[in-house]
């Protein structure tokens, strides 16, 4: 599934292609995404100025003067941009042609992103409103977490991964950003000292600040390329490497499964 890494290499790619073009049209060839693509859709963006591409937690957006293009990759969705576009193949399921020639193809074999029209304020829509803050903001340090969880007995690792308290960190990147910061997944999250959090805080940024790196090396790939998106293989700590030794200490990685999800975890670095 596409993490934040993966959704802010999208923007970073195809902003240069996108901002300042006016789109002049938009194919719909299959509107059943998560929600449905509306059918208003392609005559709202038609002839409107692309402003800014921005993100927020995992959604693109499209600035459209106030209007806001909404778009959210899901599980396996992806976004290509062409000079010259190759026939269509299964899955890609909404072209965006822009005054330059170049189209933007959306690509999602398991439907389950997202293309929506946002009116302003963009910030009230449902999808967008209870986010808490990105990861990168200023505001998200050491003393914010400290006191949004200090009645919270969910686990850390849970906590983390909870969009309103945090967004963009996802299954991969919160095992790997636990781990940086040596605390134990299943900690109750009030038990978390303020120093710790502010280890966890670095850590989280850190650990998306090396796979949006990695995901610079794949720019070029966003045009006029068909491959597939990968994921950033960062040299993970202890994701996936359950059973292998720590690559600090030697102790065996252990798993353990929260919230329905698969939690990796170093017994001896993870107190
Ligand atoms: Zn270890």
Redesign the pocket.
């Known amino acids: 599934m596409p993490e934040l890494p993966e959704v802010e290499t999208t923007r970073r790619g195809l902003a240069p292609l996108a901002v300042g073009r006016r789109i002049e049209a938009m194919l719909v060839y299959d509107p059943r995404l998560r929600w449905s693509v509306p059918p208003s859709l392609p005559e709202r963006v038609a002839g409107r100025r692309i402003d800014a591409l921005d993100r927020r937690s995992k959604y693109l957006l499209f600035r459209l003067a106030d209007d806001t293009l909404l778009v959210h990759l899901g599980m396996t969705g992806s976004i290509r941009a062409f000079t010259n576009p190759p026939a269509r193949r299964t899955h890609d399921h909404v072209d965006i042609v822009l005054d330059s020639g170049v189209t933007l193809r959306y690509h999602d074999p398991r439907r389950f992103g997202a293309m929506l029209w946002l009116p302003p304020p963009a910030a009230a829509h449902p999808l967008l409103a209870r986010l808490g803050p990105e990861p990168f903001d200023a505001a998200c340090d050491a003393a914010y977490l400290w006191r949004a969880t200090r009645s919270r007995t969910a686990a850390i690792k849970l906590m983390l991964m909870d969009n309103h308290l945090i967004v963009g960190v996802g299954n991969i990147y919160a095992n790997e950003s636990l781990f940086r910061a040596g605390i134990r997944p299943t900690t109750p999250a009030n038990r978390v000292s303020r120093t710790r959090l502010a280890r966890l805080v670095d850590a989280v940024r850190a650990t998306l600040t090396d796979a949006i790196a990695k995901g610079g090396s794949t720019l070029r790939d966003f045009v006029d390329s068909r491959g597939e998106p990968g994921y950033f293989q960062l040299d993970y700590f202890v994701y996936g490497r359950q059973g292998l030794p ?1 690559r ?2 030697g ?1 065996l990685i252990r798993q353990v499964r929260q919230g329905g999800r698969a939690t990796s975890y ?1 017994p ?2 993870q107190r």
Do not use: I, L
Request: glycine residues 0%; contains cysteine.
């Open positions: 720590c600090v200490c102790s170093c001896r670095c």
